[in-house]
């Protein structure tokens, strides 16, 4: 980006306006927003056919057990590889325009998310399954939020917000806390039960098969939700160029 000087003449508040609109412009040169929730979207999305395959399910007598492997196996490696995609993005824009990167703090906020997401996931795999936290009854709901809020989905949130405090980025900061009363207290909490009134094909009528469907509206929902914040941030974004 090339910037002109302007005469501010002998007025101190012309000269500090410059100053503020010079500093506005170079904050939303350095916003790549729609690329980070594009690459989120993405993410998500191919989540679901991991979650599909790597799923394990154990049906037998009236009821069934499942453990979520894919979650293990593709989530840690899939952030870790999307928030370096959107670093690279984000620094080779800056250079472009020669421009410094602010992106750092929120690859390390991603990265740290990852590790307590991974922490997290093996801890209540190799606890839970031997001391239910609540027995036979139903999980509270508080019990839900916070299962969701160290899911990956939550945790992208979580990043989020960090990338909406760098970028200083009201519009981003709104998306996000909006997307976190998605994820959080919005989506159906149906995973992992049978979907009553579903209308699926034969060969997909067992047990197994529609705990395994239970599981993917709600990640077809988030990446829906980031594809659509992703799209609207780059109209927005090549509006302003």
């Not at 824009?93 to 390390?108: D, F, H, M, N, S």
């Amino acid at each position: 980006m090339t910037t002109d000087s302007l005469p501010a003449g002998d007025d101190p508040r012309r000269l500090l306006l410059d100053i503020r609109n010079l500093t506005g412009r170079v904050r939303r040169d350095q916003r790549l927003t729609y690329v980070a929730l594009l690459v989120l979207a993405a993410v998500t999305f191919v989540a679901i056919p991991f979650d599909w395959l790597f799923m394990k399910v154990d049906c037998a007598g009236d009821g069934c057990t499942f453990a979520r492997r894919g979650m293990l196996y593709y989530w840690p490696p899939a952030l870790l590889l999307a928030y370096g995609a959107i670093a690279v993005s984000y620094v080779r824009a800056a250079r472009a325009r020669g421009l410094g990167a602010r992106v750092l703090p929120y690859t390390i906020a991603g990265a740290v998310t990852v590790v307590v997401f991974t922490a997290a996931y093996t801890a209540a795999a190799a606890y839970f399954p031997a001391h239910p936290p609540f027995g036979s009854g139903p999980l509270p709901f508080w019990w839900i939020v916070l299962d969701r809020l160290i899911a990956p989905w939550g945790l992208i949130g979580l990043a989020l917000l960090v990338l909406a405090r760098l970028e200083r980025n009201v519009a981003l900061l709104a998306f996000t806390l909006s997307y976190l009363v998605l994820v959080l207290l919005v989506l159906p909490t149906t995973d992992g039960m049978d979907l009553p009134g579903w209308a699926v094909p034969s060969f997909m009528s067992g047990a197994n098969t529609q705990l395994r469907l239970s599981m993917a509206p709600s990640q077809l929902i988030i990446g829906a939700a980031l594809l659509v914040g992703g799209i609207a941030f780059s109209k927005a974004h090549r509006s302003q160029r």
